[in-house]
């Protein structure tokens, strides 16, 4: 698998309810991000999370990190149609330079009214 | 504070034609990444610059691609004899000065279409 593979690809679910995305990565990592894209646009920067932190909120979304399996986990709580976006995280790894981020393939969440 | 800003948007360009892509970074942020886009695929690292400065090319097609970030303007992806292959979406991202782990605000992309 590649670095920062998100899972699942796909994902479809009713307004209201909760969605998880989960990425797993293989290298040791500086930190973790997760970024959303609408359909024709950028990307939008979600949370960034720490190697050594394990947990980040906000607003409705909760980010875990687990440097010992390598994963990484989005959930948005309460979901909205506007939610409606692909999810990618991405990783710095260490080995790397600057802030170079290695995406995943992204997962596609509907949300439907 | 105005965020990454690219442009074109949109560009269409033919078999063999060089297209130019332009990204000014945020106000202060003085490392410049490019990001390709192929469609339903997840963005790929292409160059990582600093001013005046190549610090990564690795992700950069050997040939017909080149990246600048000049003294002053915008950092130029240049992209020599177009073929169908290219079609994709360009993201050029911005981070500030200050070492690693800092958070990379990617500008709306430009969407090149190769005819």
């Known amino acids: 698998s590649q670095q920062g593979e998100e899972d699942p690809q796909a994902l479809s679910i009713q307004e209201g309810e909760n969605a998880t995305m989960n990425c797993s990565y293989k290298?040791?990592?500086?930190?973790l991000q997760w970024y959303r894209q609408n359909s024709g646009r950028g990307l939008v920067h979600l949370i960034l999370?720490?190697?050594?932190?394990r947990e980040k909120h906000s607003g409705r979304l909760r980010v875990t990190l687990d440097t010992s399996k390598k994963s990484s986990s989005l959930l948005i709580t309460a979901s909205r149609a506007a939610d409606t976006a692909s999810y990618f995280c991405?990783?710095?790894?260490?080995?790397?330079?600057?802030?170079?981020?290695?995406f995943g393939e992204g997962t596609q969440l509907t949300v439907n009214p | 504070n105005a965020g990454v800003m690219q442009n074109p948007r949109h560009l269409v360009r033919r078999r063999g034609q060089e297209a130019r892509l332009r990204c000014s970074p945020m106000?202060?942020?003085?490392?410049v990444y490019w990001y390709r886009q192929l469609p339903e695929e997840g963005l790929k690292f292409m160059v990582y610059?600093?001013?005046?400065?190549?610090?990564?090319e690795s992700g950069m097609p050997k040939e017909r691609f080149s990246a600048e970030f000049p003294k002053e303007g915008p950092s130029i992806l240049r992209i020599q004899q177009v073929v169908r292959g290219d079609s994709a979406a360009y993201f050029c991202?911005?981070?500030?000065?200050?070492?690693?782990?800092?958070?990379?605000?990617f500008g709306e992309g430009s969407w090149l279409t190769v005819v």
């Open positions: 991202a911005s981070s500030p000065p200050g070492g690693r782990g800092n958070t990379i605000y």
């Open positions: 290298t040791s990592i500086n930190n």
């Open positions: 999370i720490r190697s050594n932190e």
């Open positions: 991405a990783t710095d790894p260490r080995e790397t330079s600057g802030s170079r981020l290695t």
């Open positions: 106000k202060g942020h003085s490392h």
């Open positions: 610059l600093q001013k005046e400065n190549i610090i990564d």
